[in-house]
């Protein structure tokens, strides 16, 4: 009964964080050139627009998540209050981007920034102290290594929203697809806070998904993909499943945002074996290859979306799965991955 209340109110959450969304996303096209937010066609090599964008989806996502953190009182929860500062610091840094494109050193310090502020308030990768996981080593190594890979897991996020972010609607898609399963796993488990949450998220994605799809009226900016990266990856952080063992579960967000974090890396070791600037935008990423294989941008875009969709239902049939066999699927997961590498950076120019 509880439960089906939570639906309720998420649901309802859900259509309030989707009309503001859409409220406000139409009210930054008559904006965004008043304050020059704006993308410009040919500004760097990979801008292949006809006409000027607004950059404003990471304004509509984060106004979006104040005005229902202050209507439904979820900033008074402590972890939500943890992203919402954290996530806030991301915001900021992205939004300076945007406006004076920082240099990688100086987004980097401010992800990093943020990354400490959402672990002073208590958010943080718990594995390595933990009597189910593989290794422990009882003493404050523990709790370093979970401290670094939080660090590293939210700058992987991060970036892997923000580098895969420059196709329309395909950042925004990806982000759907892992809010929905975050939605619903946080549901089933009974973590009414986080899901209240993720209800905000996903009527925020929906919202942001019609205006930045093909052809897009809006583009998200480096303050929209970055703090969608950071935010589900603090979600992911939080989240608890109720089933299974630390040793078999602590694979399951890796699934979730399989496609980003696999752009993520073909793009890093494919630039640095060409002796390319890692940060320098280029026609480099996933869909730009299966385009030059003869597969249209939408159709890759849609592949994409499909194939993190997939991994996402693999990832949540892990929970269940006995220690072996859970990361034997995953094992086949990185090794399905390993192949794909292979295949698409083997005749890229």
Same mark, same amino acid.
């Given at each position: 009964?509880?439960?089906?209340?939570? /639906?309720?109110?998420?649901?309802?959450?859900?259509?309030?964080?989707?009309?503001?969304?859409?409220?406000?996303?139409?009210?930054? #096209?008559?904006?965004?050139?008043?304050?020059?937010l704006m993308d410009y066609p040919n500004s760097a090599d990979h801008k292949n627009h006809l006409y000027p964008i607004p950059i404003t989806g990471g304004l509509v996502l984060f106004d979006t998540i104040l005005i229902l953190m202050i209507l439904t009182g979820l900033w008074r929860d402590p972890n939500i209050w943890a992203i919402l500062c954290s996530g806030s610091v991301i915001f900021v840094v992205?939004? /300076?981007? $945007? !406006? #004076?494109?920082?240099?990688?050193?100086?987004?980097?310090?401010?992800? #990093?920034?943020?990354?400490?502020?959402?672990?002073?308030?208590?958010?943080?990768?718990?594995?390595?102290?933990?009597?189910?996981? !593989?290794?422990?080593?009882?003493?404050?190594? $523990?709790?370093w290594l979970n401290i670094f890979f939080t660090i590293i897991w939210l700058l992987a996020l991060t970036n892997a929203f923000n580098f895969i972010d420059s196709i329309d609607g395909l950042v925004i898609g990806l982000s759907t697809v892992s809010i929905l399963f975050f939605f619903i796993i946080s549901l089933i488990t009974g973590q009414e806070q986080l899901f209240l949450f993720c209800s905000v998220m996903l009527g925020a994605s929906i919202g942001l998904y019609f205006f930045n799809s093909n052809p897009?009226?809006?583009?998200?900016?480096d303050s929209g993909a970055q703090t969608l990266g950071f935010v589900l990856a603090a979600i992911a952080i939080i989240y608890n499943p109720s089933r299974g063992f630390q040793?078999?579960?602590?694979?399951?967000?890796?699934? &979730?945002?399989?496609?980003? /974090? !696999?752009?993520?890396?073909?793009?890093?070791?494919?630039r640095f074996r060409r002796r390319k600037k890692i940060y320098k935008a280029?026609?480099?990423?996933?869909?730009?290859?299966?385009?030059?294989?003869?597969?249209?941008?939408?159709?890759?875009?849609?592949?994409?979306?499909? &194939?993190?969709?997939?991994?996402?239902?693999?990832?949540?049939?892990?929970?269940? /799965?006995?220690?072996?066999?859970?990361?034997?699927?995953?094992? !086949?997961?990185?090794?399905?991955?390993?192949?794909?590498?292979?295949?698409? $950076?083997?005749?890229?120019?």
């Amino acid at each position: 009964m509880e439960q089906l209340q939570s /639906l309720d109110n998420g649901i309802l959450i859900v259509i309030g964080s989707l009309f503001i969304t859409i409220l406000l996303s139409w009210l930054s #096209l008559f904006i965004a050139p008043k304050i020059n937010l704006m993308d410009y066609p040919n500004s760097a090599d990979h801008k292949n627009h006809l006409y000027p964008i607004p950059i404003t989806g990471g304004l509509v996502l984060f106004d979006t998540i104040l005005i229902l953190m202050i209507l439904t009182g979820l900033w008074r929860d402590p972890n939500i209050w943890a992203i919402l500062c954290s996530g806030s610091v991301i915001f900021v840094v992205g939004i /300076l981007d $945007d !406006f #004076l494109n920082l240099s990688p050193i100086q987004k980097i310090l401010g992800q #990093l920034s943020g990354a400490i502020i959402l672990i002073i308030n208590g958010v943080q990768v718990n594995i390595f102290d933990s009597p189910e996981f !593989f290794y422990s080593s009882g003493s404050n190594l $523990d709790l370093w290594l979970n401290i670094f890979f939080t660090i590293i897991w939210l700058l992987a996020l991060t970036n892997a929203f923000n580098f895969i972010d420059s196709i329309d609607g395909l950042v925004i898609g990806l982000s759907t697809v892992s809010i929905l399963f975050f939605f619903i796993i946080s549901l089933i488990t009974g973590q009414e806070q986080l899901f209240l949450f993720c209800s905000v998220m996903l009527g925020a994605s929906i919202g942001l998904y019609f205006f930045n799809s093909n052809p897009a009226k809006l583009f998200l900016g480096d303050s929209g993909a970055q703090t969608l990266g950071f935010v589900l990856a603090a979600i992911a952080i939080i989240y608890n499943p109720s089933r299974g063992f630390q040793s078999s579960t602590w694979f399951v967000p890796i699934l &979730i945002f399989y496609m980003p /974090l !696999f752009d993520l890396i073909l793009v890093i070791i494919s630039r640095f074996r060409r002796r390319k600037k890692i940060y320098k935008a280029s026609l480099d990423h996933t869909y730009h290859r299966l385009a030059q294989s003869g597969i249209s941008i939408s159709h890759a875009v849609l592949m994409l979306h499909g &194939i993190s969709l997939v991994m996402s239902m693999i990832g949540y049939l892990c929970l269940n /799965l006995n220690v072996f066999n859970a990361n034997l699927v995953f094992i !086949f997961a990185v090794f399905l991955g390993v192949i794909a590498f292979i295949k698409l $950076d083997k005749n890229f120019i």
